[in-house]
């Protein structure tokens, strides 16, 4: 895999001089030195940059386009042994028309040429005046220097060595059509699209301009690097502010500042595979689709040394799961609460059961999860008291987490059951012949597998169903008892992360609870994550057992499913995204250690994932058999564990 799939790409506006080619070559040579100084492998400059979009009525001018063209050949010369595929806009004559194209010029070769296919003609625009659409070219080649050069618009530019790097070409206005070229250039292979553009500036035509290019690399699934022209273009009648923009995606990566007196240049890391994982997955992409708008595509090959980075120019999300704006937040909360409540509303209707069970521990995951019970029966007007909430104190029970269950059940007026499970558990231990002081995994399991029992008995008392509160994280981990806290007859958090519950949680205790709720749910946030399946410390009384010492932080776990089950990269990659996410946080070693815990458990207990209970989809990440994970209990996990030896 070359450099891990990132490629670094740029957008750059020139200050240029209207029809002086020369100052402007030279302008684009500077920031070709530039971008490579910042070791950039594709670079885009804005339409008709050689000469100006506003020469107008001067493209008639033979002295223009020919001098244009001797530019272009400067620029071909020029970037002879230089590690960088660039764009440039130029005026090009073609048998008995003018076409407004983009060449895109590669270690001393133009690789191709592509003219625009919509040519605007309404507003401020004028170009059919001058210029003529590629509509009629399908596969053609024109005579740069006495050599042939593919020319069309139904050409495709694809890496020698790393076939997934595929770049399309569409010209301004083409973006802005109603099938704009890039669709079309997608679904025949390219990952990047290069949009050289001169669009002018009124009042909230930039708005509109990111909203098209997020648009449009979300539904090709592209890496979309836009440029458009800027400083020095002709004011006559309309101002160009110069607007660069990287997206990914759907998602931004890059913009400059527009309205600048000086060239400008963004650049940004694009994750080429995360594209194709995307589009693996997607039968949108598949065969039919390609054979539906096949154009006879030319693709050409292009050699280009991609560069090797310390750092990923971009920002890696150490909580991918969580929306690190506080306003996006708070609507992913919501929207999350409503999946939830919804979810278990209809299981409940369904059913036409009047009660529900759930086991309340204390800690984080039954309080979402008996928060969501409470808001179900508000929704469905049904009454609190239908809710039981059970809390099992066993041997490790803290006097803090026990307080608090009863307190937050007080609070939310369900009902209220109290059953100790120690003297069962002993009698239990009698019988099976376990010695009480080994604090082994039977011990613990045995604690699990009784709250269980007595959850699903009392579903059967009161013919109701017994909640679910176990999360997405412990899910993939198998971090709970198999046949014990992982059953339930409904799971409401089986598909939300340990870091989100914690923020979903306090979401609630802001906008959904009363005063009263609100200090014993800010409590239960300050709480260690522990199962409390031993014992407490003798002298403080205060929880021992802490999960995350045990098996690792959670937000790491989190940031390796996202990674491994979102887009399927590697160990290695996603290692070493997380050593940058992570920088200041966790030791490369520490990183390293829960990496390789995660994959082994991952692996491990994907039996237990194998009969997880029913519960609401409410991202990208599902652990269910029956929805997005379906592998088999018994796979092997030899090769992402050797890969991690060789981190």
Not at 355 to 361: C, H, R, T
Request: proline content about 4%; aromatic content about 10%.
């Amino acid at each position: 895999m070359i450099n891990d799939g990132f490629v670094r790409v740029a957008s750059a506006s020139p200050v240029i001089k209207v029809a002086d080619v020369d100052f402007n070559t030279d302008e684009i040579m500077k920031l070709i030195n530039d971008a490579i100084d910042k070791d950039v492998s594709i670079l885009v400059f804005p339409e008709l940059c050689i000469t100006g979009y506003t020469c107008a009525d001067l493209f008639f001018q033979e002295p223009l386009i020919r001098s244009s063209m001797e530019k272009l050949v400067i620029l071909k010369k020029y970037s002879l042994g230089k590690d960088i595929l660039f764009v440039v806009g130029v005026p090009i004559k073609y048998k008995n028309a003018l076409y407004n194209c983009a060449a895109v010029i590669c270690n001393g070769k133009i690789l191709g040429v592509v003219p625009k296919t919509y040519i605007p003609n309404y507003n401020e625009f004028y170009e059919q005046r001058w210029f003529s659409s590629s509509e009629t070219i399908i596969k053609d080649t024109i005579v740069i220097e006495s050599e042939e050069i593919p020319f069309g618009s139904s050409i495709l530019f694809r890496h020698n060595e790393y076939e997934d790097l595929c770049i399309g070409i569409e010209i301004c206005e083409d973006l802005w059509s109603p099938l704009p070229p890039s669709t079309i250039h997608a679904i025949n292979g390219a990952t990047i699209i290069l949009n050289p553009s001169a669009s002018n500036d009124l009042v909230g035509k930039s708005s509109y301009r990111k909203a098209l290019v997020s648009s449009q690399s979300a539904k090709t699934i592209t890496s979309y690097v836009y440029s458009s022209s800027g400083f020095g273009e002709s004011t006559t009648d309309v101002v160009f502010g110069g607007h660069c923009l990287i997206y990914e995606n759907g998602t931004k990566l890059e913009e400059n500042k527009r309205f600048m007196l000086e060239s400008t240049m963004i650049y940004s890391d694009i994750d080429i595979d995360k594209l194709m994982a995307d589009r693996i997955k997607m039968t949108s992409y598949s065969n039919h689709l390609t054979n539906r708008f096949d154009s006879k595509y030319m693709v050409i090959p292009f050699d280009l040394t991609l560069k090797e980075h310390n750092s990923i120019d971009r920002f890696i999300d150490p909580n991918p799961f969580v929306p690190n704006n506080q306003e996006k937040r708070s609507r992913r909360c919501q929207e999350i609460f409503s999946i939830q409540t919804l979810g278990l509303a209809k299981r409940i209707t369904h059913i036409g059961c009047e009660k529900v069970i759930v086991g309340i521990s204390g800690g984080l995951d039954s309080t979402l999860a008996l928060l969501v019970c409470t808001m179900t029966y508000d929704l469905l007007g049904k009454d609190r008291k239908n809710i039981i909430g059970v809390t099992m104190p066993g041997f490790g029970t803290t006097d803090r987490t026990y307080n608090n269950a009863i307190s937050l059940m007080n609070h939310l007026g369900v009902t209220i059951k109290e059953i100790s499970i120690k003297n069962a558990c002993l009698v239990h231990f009698e019988d099976i012949g376990h010695d009480p002081n080994d604090h082994s995994t039977t011990y613990e399991n045995v604690q699990a597998r009784e709250r269980t029992q007595i959850l699903m008995d009392l579903s059967n008392k009161y013919n109701g169903i017994v909640i679910g509160t176990g999360d997405l994280s412990e899910m993939a981990l198998g971090w709970a008892t198999y046949n014990g806290d992982h059953m339930a007859m409904y799971s409401v958090n089986t598909t939300i992360p340990k870091t989100l519950v914690r923020y979903l949680v306090r979401w609630i205790t802001e906008y959904k609870v009363g005063e009263d709720a609100k200090a014993v749910l800010l409590d239960i946030l300050d709480t260690p994550v522990s199962p409390e399946l031993l014992p407490p410390d003798k002298k403080t009384g205060k929880i021992k057992q802490k999960t995350e010492e045990v098996v690792g932080p959670y937000e790491l776990h989190d940031f390796f499913l996202y990674n491994m089950l979102r887009f399927g990269f590697s160990p290695k990659k996603i290692y070493r995204l997380a050593l940058q996410a992570f920088n200041n946080q966790y030791t490369p070693e520490t990183i390293k250690k829960w990496i390789n815990t995660f994959y082994r458990r991952f692996f491990m207990h994907q039996f237990k994932r194998s009969c997880m209970p029913d519960g609401p989809k409410v991202g990208s990440i599902c652990l269910s058999p029956r929805g997005d994970l379906r592998m088999p209990s018994d796979a092997v996990s030899k090769i992402w564990l050797e890969e991690i030896k060789d981190i």
